[in-house]
């Protein structure tokens, strides 16, 4: 999963291990599968001068990535491939999933649900109080003009059982890889466990719109955003 080490790697090279029904697994990935409310990535798979288009990413029931492709007839395992995700969508959900971070670090609730989009992205919090669109949307426009570096750590389970204070999602526990916990660190406004991808500083996500603050339930407050580009 090398979108865990740097979500800027647009491609790699890699070779097929397994295929099965409509998907491939690789080796190693660019490619974000579908979890935490986050698409799976689209791109190209490029074998012997062949293109094959992948159109979902998603983890199949042994936890591995697989590669939903259109048509996988002429490939074997062990053919080499060049794996190209589609960067403007990727550029997006990073932007996006990182928006809802600042969103997640202004808002003082257990979040219990959320989803990303390239159109649109989202945050359920369980609130029962009246929340100011226009005063969250200024907040979280000042952070991402103060331009906070993003970055990661990684911590044990342990470590977490003792701090469970990071954790702000009620129903969603963290993505473990190697029983490591990926935490996600902006500046010193937030930090929470997390495996999407996300720019390297607020000012790379842009101007967010709060487009709508809906009530989805007594204590379920819904936040909505987008890129006001």
């Known amino acids: 999963m090398l979108f865990l080490e740097d979500a800027y790697l647009k491609e790699c090279e890699t070779v097929a291990v397994k295929i099965e029904n409509n998907g491939i697994i690789l080796k190693d990935t660019v490619f974000y599968a579908k979890s935490g409310g986050q698409p ?101 426009n000042k952070l991402v003009e103060q331009d906070h570096e993003i970055s990661y750590q990684w911590i044990t389970n342990e470590e977490l059982d003792q701090k469970p204070e990071l954790v702000r999602t009620m129903s969603v526990k963290p993505p473990k890889t190697n029983n490591k916990i990926r935490l996600v660190k902006i500046g010193s406004i937030d930090l929470q466990p997390c495996g999407g991808t996300h720019v390297k500083s607020t000012k790379e ?25």
């Open 205 to 229: 996500i842009g101007p967010i719109k709060i487009s709508k603050i809906e009530n989805k339930g007594k204590m379920n407050k819904r936040v909505n955003l987008v890129l006001n580009d």
């Open 40 to 140: 799976g990535d689209n791109g190209r798979l490029l074998i012997n001068n062949n293109e094959i288009t992948v159109i979902d990413t998603v983890y199949n029931p042994e936890k591995n990535i697989t590669h939903v492709c259109e048509n996988i007839s002429n490939i074997k395992i062990g053919d080499k491939i060049t794996a190209k995700i589609d960067w403007n969508q990727r550029f997006i959900h990073m932007r996006m999933h990182s928006a809802l971070h600042l969103l997640c670090s202004l808002v003082p609730y257990g979040v219990t649900g959320g989803q990303i989009s390239k159109e649109k992205s989202r945050l359920d919090f369980n609130a029962e109080d009246k929340m100011d669109r226009g005063k969250i949307e200024d907040e979280i």
